[in-house]
C-alpha cells in the first residue's frame, strides 16, 4: 500500500504562481511513475503532468511552458511548480502513483488539495 498526501494548494491571482507536493509513504519502493492529475467543477479528471522514476516527464498542453514537475526520490516526494496560473487552472489537484510489486499494479491517489485562481 502507498499513501499519498498533497499539500500546497489555496488561492491566487490570475498571472500568480503555486507549487503542490505530495508526500508519499508506505510501499514507497514500488513506485514508478507518480503525477498530478485536475478535476474542474463539473468536469472528468484530467492529466496535469507525470514523471517516472527516471524523471522523464509528460505534460497536458495546456500546462506546457508553464507547470513543471519534478520529484525527489530520496523524500518520496512530487511537486508541481505553477507559474502563470490561469482561471481554467481552478480545479481540485490530486496526486497519483502507480506501483509494481511483482505482478500486481497499484494505482493510488491522494485527498486532493484545491486550488483556485481569480481575476
Known amino acids: 500500500q502507498v499513501q499519498l498526501v498533497e499539500s500546497g494548494g489555496g488561492l491566487v491571482q490570475t498571472g500568480g504562481s503555486l507549487r503542490l507536493s505530495c508526500a508519499a509513504s508506505?510501499?514507497?519502493?514500488?513506485?514508478?511513475?507518480m503525477g498530478w492529475y485536475r478535476q474542474a467543477p463539473g468536469k472528468q479528471r484530467e492529466l496535469v503532468a507525470t514523471?517516472?522514476?527516471?524523471?522523464?516527464?509528460n505534460y497536458d498542453d495546456s500546462v506546457k511552458g508553464r507547470f513543471t514537475i519534478s520529484r525527489d526520490n530520496a523524500k518520496n516526494t512530487v511537486y508541481l511548480q505553477m507559474n502563470s496560473l490561469k482561471r481554467e487552472d481552478t480545479a481540485d489537484y490530486y496526486c497519483?502513483?502507480?506501483?509494481?510489486?511483482?505482478?500486481?499494479?497499484?494505482?493510488?491517489w491522494g485527498q486532493g488539495t484545491q486550488v483556485t485562481v481569480s481575476s
Open positions: 508506505g510501499n514507497t519502493f514500488s513506485i514508478n511513475a
Open positions: 497519483n502513483a502507480v506501483s509494481y510489486y511483482g505482478a500486481s499494479v497499484g494505482n493510488y
Open positions: 514523471i517516472t522514476s527516471g524523471g522523464s516527464t
